[in-house]
């Protein structure tokens, strides 16, 4: 059975439905998810990003422990927050060769209302290094496909992934329109991915889970809730189109790869 690969999931502290603390979902924790669950490639990026008095050396240090866990396996995406920018402007951490994505989200840091100037200044590095970005979209300003549209106009040659494909119907529109847009079903419910099927995605559609973001509103095991995804999408009949639109969104600038262009 074709093996999927995964667009969106999460290492490090998350709030859990009934604890008072944010629990700590370890990078051995998640990887056996993963391997339990027969995950091939994933892009992860770590939500201590969010805690205050959390800095670089400490997403670091764990980016690294990912990779040791998982190796190519694992894509590693730089979830940088306002006060880890504001920490390394010069983002000095790009050195370490771990990471080969950025990952922002507007409701964390509002870089598209209050920060613009440092969000064009982080995506001309990413140009320049040719890493891929992902950006939390949904229908709150600010995050709509439709407004972060604009950003993907503005930089043709970087991959962009608006997370969560919604809604929908204005995503699968702003991925018509825009071909270095992709889109992932991180978080769906379970009863839209048949939905999926409503539209053409242009392979741009990628297999995404949120792991382990849904033990923040239900008591839920996580390989359970992870095998119903992975149900779900094989259902829709997506899994060999999702996993040729994440090779493609992980490519290097090679030949026979993305090749963008401004």
Not at 222 to 236: F, G, H, T, V, W
Not at 237 to 243: P, V
Request: proline fraction near 4%; include cysteine.
């Amino acid at each position: 059975m074709l093996m999927l690969c995964d667009a969106h999931i999460h290492v490090g502290y998350y709030s859990r439905l009934g604890e008072d603390e944010p629990f700590y979902y370890s990078p051995r924790r998640i990887a056996g998810v993963l391997n339990r669950c027969g995950i091939d490639e994933f892009i992860v990026s770590s939500t201590c990003a969010q805690v205050a008095g959390i800095g670089i050396r400490d997403i670091v240090r764990e980016a690294r422990e990912i990779k040791r866990i998982a190796g190519d396996r694992a894509h590693m995406f730089f979830w940088l927050s306002g006060h880890l920018y504001d920490e390394d402007p010069q983002m000095r951490w790009l050195d370490s060769g771990l990471f080969c994505g950025f990952k922002f989200h507007e409701e964390e840091t509002p870089w598209f209302r209050e920060r613009h100037r440092d969000l064009l200044s982080v995506l001309s590095v990413a140009k320049e290094r040719n890493m891929p970005v992902m950006l939390h979209s949904g229908a709150n300003d600010g995050s709509r496909p439709k407004e972060l549209a604009r950003i993907a106009d503005k930089f043709p040659s970087i991959r962009f992934c608006f997370a969560h494909c919604r809604p929908m119907d204005e995503m699968a529109k702003v991925v018509e329109d825009c071909p270095n847009v992709w889109t992932d079903t991180a978080y769906m419910a379970l009863d839209e991915f048949s939905r999926l099927r409503n539209y053409d995605w242009h392979g741009r559609l990628m297999f995404g889970t949120d792991l382990p973001v849904w033990q923040a509103h239900e008591k839920v095991g996580l390989d359970k809730r992870y095998l119903e995804y992975i149900a779900a999408m094989r259902k829709a009949g997506l899994e060999r189109d999702t996993r040729e639109a994440f090779k493609r969104f992980t490519a290097t600038n090679k030949k026979g790869n993305w090749h963008g262009g401004d």
